[in-house]
DNA sequence: TTGTAGGCGTTATCAC
DNA sequence: GTGATAACGCCTACAA
């Protein structure tokens, strides 16, 4: 069944049937009430291939996701996908996984969307200097901070990890911790962790607590396990910690896991600390404490951003968007 | 950068470059050497549409996944993806959310995609009846029942839910409980919901206990907010429930959560068990009892299956991979 | 308002 | 082995 069945059954040309099933003018009611009607009838759908093929420009946005397992991005492209469906615009997503190059990929599928713009959910500056000139059309960065790097089409939304992780670490000092551990990711390899690392730091050296990375520091991967282990590691240092900040609230979950079931309780013997703000934290017991990144806000910017990138043409934009500190019950003051 | 440019780059002709490029045989290693030297250079990639358009049959294996925020599915594919690594074969993964005609949306994928064979993970009975017709390629039909269909191209993987619930049940009861409470989803529009019920109240029956629907069944969405209203919901009958069976884990967590803010303790004062074997089951506290689905089994069988299908061209087959009943915390004897 | 025809980037079928 | 060339299904001038 193709656009020609569907012209041949109603007697109208393939221009006609093409400029009815684009929403086109230029034609007559009769023949918009004809063909839709036939089109209906035989649940006939237009093929992407040859659509996108043809086409110059698109009425996509696409959706880059990296890290398919993320929680926080899946939230995030759910808040994406009612905010688009209200507006003239289509939403193309796409996974990777957290070792793949995002911007490669984007090349390639801008090259076969040809979208109007690019969102980025996550991705790393690295491959962003390495080859995001290969780009053109406007894009936003999305949970990361895309400032300061030479481009006149990106834009980005983020909250201020740095600034947010040292007011979590201060907060605790100031109820009372002294020996404070972290659990992370690779700072090598991910921007996240760097900053989130970075804030870390700058808090306990400004109030003078010793911190040694390759004691106090666990190095895991993002995810329930990952935590679980890291919270053994810095167990195994024997060191009475009284607060554990993790860089993510399923490290969190994973190591309050582990802690339980090395005879400590959370919070009574120790504070357990999350990021992200994932619904499940809510959930769980003890309820976490976290650092509650706004989806709604960073959907919300991102995708104005974005149009404004593709329908005005206007400069790049950087904005922080606020995140906010929740004290829940897996924290208590010494 | 077209497939033409290299041609012209090359002074090979497009025929030959297509030929390298999807590694056919009748190239003489001289041209296979330039033609790839070149893409690479330029970081050349083939045009997916233009691909896809014209290819009568592709590599792709079609993987349809019905609700994209269910963790379950989300550890299937990513199991799938490295199988399929090791196999000549691509797998292009489609998203849906729970309310989207699943077959409809295999017709159109199939048009464009071509695929070798579709795996639908998750899917209704009504519509693959309604018109699961359409479609030619052999497909395998994950996690629901298949069998008693009357299609020649339709397999199915799918633990026996109902005999699962049904001894998660009589086991419950053999420890002492009584009353009995459940919460799930809609058994009018879900066919998972429809089978793990009838497992209930078949043990339910069996052992002479009462059960009103209208009093001991919570119907909620399958999310921790909906676990934790059903919980609510349930709490509000003033039942003195000893346990509360519910038909996923993440409603489990929630229902947990409820349990807790109004005073009870899981296991002491009530039991809870869930459904799936998420690997968060084994992290929270109390550690979760569930009806483990076995990922692995699920995602081999149903590859196996699949490739059987469109390489040999064989009967569809449809078969039971036992579930596990995984007893952990959450439960008690009374 | 409608029809016609060329071409998007590839694959596939021919000849050579 | 290699090179033309006709599709694939659609969009889009342009002509009618």
Redesign the pocket.
């Known amino acids: 069944?193709?656009?020609?069945?569907i012209?041949a059954q109603t007697?109208?040309?393939?221009?006609?049937?093409?400029?009815v099933?684009?929403n086109?003018?230029?034609?007559?009611?009769?023949?918009?009430k004809a063909i839709l009607e036939a089109a209906e009838a035989s649940g006939?759908?237009?093929?992407t291939?040859?659509?996108q093929?043809?086409?110059?420009?698109s009425q996509n946005i696409l959706v880059l996701v990296k890290g398919s397992s993320n929680q926080l991005f899946g939230s995030l492209v759910e808040e994406l996908q009612t905010r688009v469906a209200a507006t003239p615009y289509h939403l193309v997503v796409d996974y990777m996984d957290e070792y793949s190059n995002e911007v490669l990929r984007a090349v390639q599928l801008s090259r076969e969307k040809k979208p109007l713009g690019i969102l980025f959910l996550g991705g790393n500056r690295k491959s962003f200097l390495a080859d995001f000139d290969r780009i053109d059309v406007p894009c936003v960065l999305v949970t990361n901070d895309g400032s300061g790097m030479p481009f006149g089409n990106l834009s980005s939304v983020f909250c201020d990890d740095e600034q947010a992780v040292r007011e979590v670490i201060e907060q605790l000092i100031s109820w009372g911790h002294q020996r404070i551990a972290i659990i992370g990711g690779d700072r090598d390899n991910s921007d996240t962790t760097r900053c989130r690392y970075d804030g870390c730091i700058a808090a306990l050296e400004a109030n003078g607590l010793e911190f040694d990375p390759l004691r106090d520091y666990a190095n895991v991967r993002f995810s329930y396990a990952g935590g679980y282990k890291g919270a053994e590691a810095l167990l195994a240092q024997k060191q009475e910690y009284t607060a554990i900040f993790c860089m993510a609230d399923v490290m969190a979950m994973g190591a309050i896991r582990a802690l339980t079931d090395h005879g400590l309780r959370v919070p009574e013997d120790i504070s357990v600390v999350g990021f992200d703000g994932l619904p499940i934290g809510e959930f769980i017991i003890p309820r976490l404490s976290t650092v509650s990144q706004d989806v709604q806000a960073l959907a919300q910017r991102s995708l104005e951003m974005l149009r404004k990138g593709f329908e005005t043409h206007s400069d790049p934009i950087h904005e922080i968007v606020p995140a906010q500190l929740q004290w829940k019950e897996s924290v208590k003051a010494i």
């Open positions: 069944m193709t656009i020609k069945d012209a007697g109208y040309s393939v221009g006609t049937v093409s400029r099933l684009n086109q003018p230029n034609v007559s009611e009769k023949a918009r006939f759908q237009l093929n291939n040859a659509q093929l043809k086409q110059v420009r």
